[in-house]
């Protein structure tokens, strides 16, 4: 058990707890911030896109070729963009920050 933290579209920062195994965006939808998902975590929606702050970047396991062809489809894309559904929280994560990408 840890948290995540999330920092929605109006600025206002959520902490967040979080279990082993779950996707980060099934967590953020979860608890009710605004988070589609609509693919349900299968890399070809991008409705789940967050901006990871640039210190946990390196923290992450790297973008699959999905997630990459995904997020080329997006209108705009940031250098720490991720999908949140293809980053599985674990303990090494307790205390994640991202954000809420604008919407397009
Ligand atoms: Fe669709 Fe992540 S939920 S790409």
Redesign the pocket.
């Known amino acids: 058990m840890g948290v995540i933290n999330v920092t929605d579209r109006d600025g206002v920062r959520h902490e967040l707890e979080a279990l082993e195994g779950w996707r980060v965006?099934e967590i953020i939808r979860d608890w009710g911030l605004p988070m589609e998902?609509?693919?349900?975590?299968?890399?070809?929606?991008?409705?789940?896109h967050v901006l990871v702050a640039p210190e946990w970047l390196d923290k992450l396991y790297p973008p699959r070729e999905e997630e990459e062809l995904?997020l080329d489809q997006l209108p705009v894309v940031e250098p720490n963009s991720r999908?949140?559904?293809?980053i599985l929280w674990t303990e090494a994560l307790d205390g994640l920050e991202v954000t809420l990408a604008p919407l397009a």
């Open positions: 965006m998902g609509i693919c349900g975590g299968a890399a070809e929606c991008g409705t789940c995904q999908l949140s559904c293809q």
